[in-house]
């Protein structure tokens, strides 16, 4: 089974405006982390925000936020303000067993969304 | 400070040879993780090292290693390369290993 799922194969987004890119995940352990990245055709992945599954509050980092709903499951990207550099793949991925003592930890990711901004 | 950097950018290889792909992490970082980027595949995690130990390792064949100098600079192996192996090989560094992970370019490696 799926442990990252990204159901938006592709988005399309007019400028200026904002835009929400689903991801929801599956796990059973209760420490874990989220994260987002962006990856222009360039091909490297850039961090844009991460959430704990402990933090109480949602993450924002600038244009991004990350809606996190613990109980659903979800952790949807929002970008504010979309500018035409937002143009990319964007992917979600989760880190299961987050242990704050050095641990190992590999990344999850889902099949990602590509979202296009419209001038 | 300088990013996550990858050498070479981009590799074409015939079926059988080897390759060595190299990663350099971001100063201080310690943790240093590998994947495998392919359009039918996705994101795929090989190996994570820290302190020059392999901590963790994905579904990979053993044609797939890797290893961490004293530096924390990283190499990763593969041998009789196979056509499936053609894919973007990105190197991602963080200070531990449950800390958020930082990439490179990646190398994007083909092979015929």
């Known amino acids: 089974a799926q442990k990252i799922t990204q159901t938006q194969p592709g988005m399309f987004v007019q400028e200026k405006e904002a835009v929400t890119l689903d991801c929801t995940y599956d796990?059973?352990?209760?420490?874990?982390?989220l994260f987002w990245y962006k990856q222009p055709s360039s091909g490297e992945m850039i961090f844009l925000i991460y959430?704990?599954?402990?933090?109480?509050q949602n993450a924002t980092e600038g244009r991004y936020s990350l809606n996190f709903q613990k109980a659903r499951k979800s952790a949807n990207l929002v970008i504010s303000a979309s500018q035409l550099g937002d143009s990319a793949m964007y992917f979600c991925a989760m880190r299961e067993g987050v242990d704050y003592g050095g641990s190992q930890g590999n990344l999850i990711f889902g099949k990602g969304t590509k979202l296009s901004v419209k001038p | 400070k300088a990013g996550v950097t990858q050498t070479p950018r981009y590799l074409i290889k015939t079926r059988g040879q080897q390759v060595t792909l190299s990663c350099s992490p971001i100063?201080?970082?310690?943790?240093v993780s590998w994947y495998q980027q392919t359009p039918g595949q996705g994101l795929q995690f090989l190996f994570e090292?820290?302190?020059?130990?392999?901590?963790n390792k994905g579904n990979f064949p053993g044609r797939f290693s890797g290893r961490q100098f004293s530096n924390s600079r990283s190499e990763m192996n593969v041998s009789t390369l196979e056509l499936g192996d053609s894919a973007l090989y990105l190197c991602?560094?963080?200070?531990?290993?449950?800390?958020?992970?930082?990439f490179g370019p990646g190398t994007r490696l083909t092979v015929l």
């Open positions: 959430q704990g599954s402990y933090d109480e």
């Open positions: 796990t059973s352990d209760q420490s874990y982390g």
């Open positions: 100063s201080g970082h310690r943790s």
């Open positions: 991602a560094s963080s200070l531990e290993g449950a800390d958020t992970q930082y």
């Open positions: 090292y820290f302190s020059e130990t392999q901590r």
